[in-house]
């Protein structure tokens, strides 16, 4: 059994940044992050959908950032923590101990009741895989309804716009992007103009410049 003064759990954002901090400011200590899979740039997954970068052209490999800096990166996926042994458990039975962690394993699209991902053209978008899936199966449909006006689905509505889909963007508050623009700014966006990209007009989602159509409760 392994033992390492700091375990990092997941290489994201986060948890990259989180080890980092850590090793910087205590370089004599042991910092092991430990990654289920290559990391990726999430923001870049909307605009693979679009085409505007290759689909695997957001993938990543963080680790000599953190073995740059003396961090040991490992490869598996968690399967248990043992908060009193101060222990983390691999699906392969390699065990390690720790004196602290930090857990930033990023998060799990929800699901909406009634509307599971499992059926055929219902999708989540977080992972790579995700978009290789969504662009296997939108050759089959013309109309596209996104749930949820964040960042990624603003994005993704307006990718898919851009590519020429019928496309509605559905919002259960009453503004995009609720969490970070107060409603004036929201409403503003109606009269943004189409900013260029790669020499193109891009669609930005609001009804009156894209042609998107805009649902909010």
């Known amino acids: 059994?392994?033992?390492?003064?700091?375990s990092v759990i997941g290489t994201?954002?986060?948890?990259?940044?989180?080890?980092r901090t850590a090793k910087r400011n205590a370089p004599e200590l042991s910092v092991t992050a430990i990654r289920r899979e290559q990391s990726y740039v999430p923001c870049a997954l909307p605009?693979?959908?679009?085409g505007v970068c290759r689909v695997d052209s957001y993938l990543k490999d963080e680790s000599k950032l953190m073995t740059g800096v003396g961090i040991e990166v490992l490869e598996g996926e968690v399967e248990r923590i043992d908060p009193v042994q101060k222990k983390v458990v691999l699906?392969?039975?390699?065990t390690y101990r720790y004196d602290k962690?930090?857990?930033a394993p990023g998060a799990d699209p929800i699901e909406l009741p009634g509307i599971s991902s499992d059926r055929q053209n219902v999708f989540v978008i977080r992972?790579?895989?995700?978009?290789?899936r969504i662009l296997a199966y939108r050759e089959r449909c013309h109309r596209i309804t996104v749930v949820g006006a964040g960042y990624i689905g603003v994005e993704v509505a307006s990718m898919m716009r851009r590519t020429g889909y019928d496309v509605t963007l559905v919002e259960m508050m009453e503004e995009v992007l609720p969490r970070t623009l107060d409603p004036e700014f929201s409403t503003a966006g109606k009269s943004w103009e189409a900013t260029p990209l790669q020499g193109e007009s891009t669609c930005l989602p609001w009804p009156s410049r894209s042609g998107l159509r805009w649902m909010t409760s």
Do not use: F, N, Q, R
Not at 1 to 6: A, L, Q, R, Y
Not at 47 to 50: C, F, P, R, S, T
Not at 127 to 132: E, N, Q, R, S
């Open 1 to 6: 059994m392994e033992k390492t003064d700091i």
């Open 12 to 19: 994201g954002p986060s948890g990259m940044s989180a080890a």
């Open 47 to 50: 605009y693979a959908l679009g």
């Open 91 to 94: 699906s392969d039975g390699t």
């Open 101 to 103: 962690l930090i857990a």
């Open 127 to 132: 992972t790579p895989a995700d978009v290789h």
